[in-house]
């Protein structure tokens, strides 16, 4: 099954991403007052991508030394460019956890956002705010999927929150 849910994803993974985003947008069409057109859904659609662009962020700037960089540099020579990234990326995206984005405070921060948006009646920036959150939930359960539990990405923060928490106590003892 974990072989199984590791081809899907490897495959599927950026429709995977849009179906979620459609899907989001038509709850907002159904349960607030937000118009079904073509126009929002294509949104819908493009939104939950977004955090992706992170990983090309990382390739030509903070992460471009790195031996994940460099693999894939490697495999763009063997495959060209399009096939390369596709495969290399497909393959070994789980493998990457330096994304400083890709971190568990996020989804949670994004949810509160959308939340308060939707509570100003912002229905389509909460739309927009809940797939970015809605991508990266589900890498998270991905992760569990594929990886067994959590890439060290997620629990950046939390080591972080835990040492100045930690720091903190420490002053005032």
Not at 32 to 54: G, H, K, Y
């Amino acid at each position: 099954m974990l072989n199984t849910a590791r081809a899907i994803s490897e495959k599927y993974h950026i429709l995977i991403h849009v179906v979620i985003g459609v899907t989001l947008g038509l709850v907002f069409v159904k349960f607030q007052d937000v118009n079904l057109s073509a126009r929002f859904l294509i949104l819908m659609a493009i939104a939950p991508l977004i955090p992706d662009l992170e990983h090309f962020v990382f390739f030509f700037t903070y992460g471009r030394k790195s031996n994940y960089t460099q693999n894939l540099l490697r495999q763009l020579k063997v495959d060209g460019i399009v096939k390369g990234f596709w495969v290399y990326c497909a393959k070994n995206h789980k493998n990457q956890n330096s994304l400083y984005l890709h971190d568990g405070l996020i989804p949670v921060l994004f949810l509160i956002i959308g939340l308060v948006l939707l509570d100003k009646d912002k229905t389509y920036q909460s739309a927009l705010i809940f797939s970015l959150a809605f991508h990266y939930i589900y890498d998270i359960f991905e992760d569990y999927l594929m990886l067994g539990g959590l890439n060290n990405n997620w629990k950046r923060s939390t080591r972080t929150l835990k040492a100045v928490v930690a720091k903190r106590i420490k002053r005032r003892i």
